[in-house]
């Protein structure tokens, strides 16, 4: 499987590119800038998309800052299921991210749009921050994120941006339920159970999610992360197998 992203998704993007001016135009004619927001299930290809707009953009001479959460590799980075990488900046619920922009700006350096994985980590108050670098600062915002957590219940920053982008787009879902229809929601399961309490955020809840949480205990269940159909999550049905037709692989 190749997640490219959708041709609707990308001609929308491209649309949008169009009509943004060179850095030099935009000083003389301050374009409005945009806060859009990128949501789907686990392994809908977000980061891969958030890699292609990051491309878009820098083809057309924009300079970005790559933004992500809770990354575990040691060396912060966005990447993706085909292979692409690139180097992040990590944030961490206390950063403000209007003063991790004017810094750059303070170093010399441009910032014209901002590239946010993970972005269902954000707290609220980021979310803000990030409308407010979009109105006052004229700096694009592209924000990646999980819909929903296992409790089908929206992440605190997808909640904000949500309510706060100018565009909000559901990532056209590849990843699919047993069943075949299209995924969803990400069910936490525990040994042969899907579990709908507890903590919100445990650190499989992001690709590459399919890996147990952490290593179990001896005689402890593991924890992973399965993408069902509403009709199966809620029922609790895992299918033939628990990583039937359709479900990436563990890695
Ligand atoms: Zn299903």
Same mark, same amino acid.
């Given at each position: 499987?190749? +997640?490219?992203?959708?041709?609707?998704?990308?001609?929308?993007?491209?649309?949008? *590119?169009?009509?943004?001016?060179?850095?030099?135009?935009?000083?003389?004619?301050?374009?409005?800038?945009?806060?859009?927001?990128?949501?789907? +299930?686990?392994?809908?290809?977000?980061?891969?998309? #958030? @890699?292609?707009?990051?491309?878009?953009?820098?083809?057309?001479?924009?300079?970005?800052?790559? @933004?992500?959460?809770?990354?575990?590799?040691?060396? %912060?980075? $966005?990447?993706?299921?085909?292979?692409?990488?690139?180097?992040? $900046?990590?944030?961490?619920?206390?950063? &403000?991210?209007?003063?991790?922009?004017?810094?750059?700006?303070?170093?010399?350096?441009? !910032?014209?749009?901002? $590239?946010?994985?993970?972005?269902?980590?954000?707290?609220?108050?980021?979310?803000?921050?990030?409308?407010? *670098?979009?109105?006052?600062?004229?700096?694009?915002?592209?924000?990646?994120?999980?819909?929903?957590?296992?409790?089908?219940?929206?992440?605190?920053?997808?909640?904000?941006?949500?309510?706060?982008?100018? &565009?909000?787009?559901?990532?056209?879902?590849?990843?699919?339920?047993?069943?075949?229809?299209?995924?969803?929601?990400?069910?936490?399961?525990?040994?042969?159970?899907?579990?709908?309490?507890?903590?919100?955020?445990? !650190?499989? &809840?992001?690709?590459?999610?399919?890996?147990?949480?952490? #290593?179990?205990?001896?005689?402890?269940?593991? !924890?992973?992360?399965?993408?069902?159909?509403?009709?199966?999550?809620?029922?609790?049905?895992?299918?033939?197998?628990?990583?039937? %037709?359709?479900?990436?692989? *563990?890695?």
């Amino acid at each position: 499987m190749t +997640p490219t992203p959708p041709a609707g998704q990308l001609a929308a993007l491209d649309a949008s *590119l169009g009509v943004v001016p060179a850095a030099g135009d935009r000083r003389r004619h301050p374009a409005p800038a945009h806060l859009v927001f990128f949501h789907g +299930p686990m392994d809908c290809g977000k980061s891969t998309l #958030a @890699l292609q707009v990051d491309h878009n953009q820098s083809r057309q001479g924009r300079h970005g800052l790559l @933004l992500t959460q809770d990354d575990r590799s040691g060396t %912060p980075q $966005i990447s993706s299921r085909v292979g692409l990488q690139r180097a992040a $900046i990590e944030l961490d619920a206390d950063t &403000d991210v209007r003063l991790l922009v004017r810094d750059r700006w303070a170093a010399g350096h441009r !910032v014209d749009y901002l $590239i946010v994985d993970e972005a269902q980590f954000l707290t609220g108050e980021q979310a803000e921050q990030l409308a407010e *670098l979009v109105d006052e600062s004229h700096v694009d915002v592209y924000a990646f994120g999980l819909t929903t957590d296992f409790r089908t219940r929206l992440f605190p920053g997808t909640q904000r941006l949500f309510e706060l982008a100018d &565009d909000v787009q559901r990532v056209q879902v590849e990843v699919l339920c047993w069943c075949g229809l299209p995924g969803l929601l990400n069910a936490r399961v525990v040994g042969d159970a899907v579990v709908r309490e507890g903590a919100t955020v445990v !650190v499989a &809840d992001t690709a590459p999610a399919l890996q147990p949480a952490a #290593a179990p205990a001896a005689g402890e269940a593991t !924890v992973r992360y399965q993408v069902l159909c509403r009709r199966h999550f809620s029922r609790g049905q895992l299918g033939p197998t628990p990583t039937g %037709p359709g479900q990436l692989a *563990l890695r």
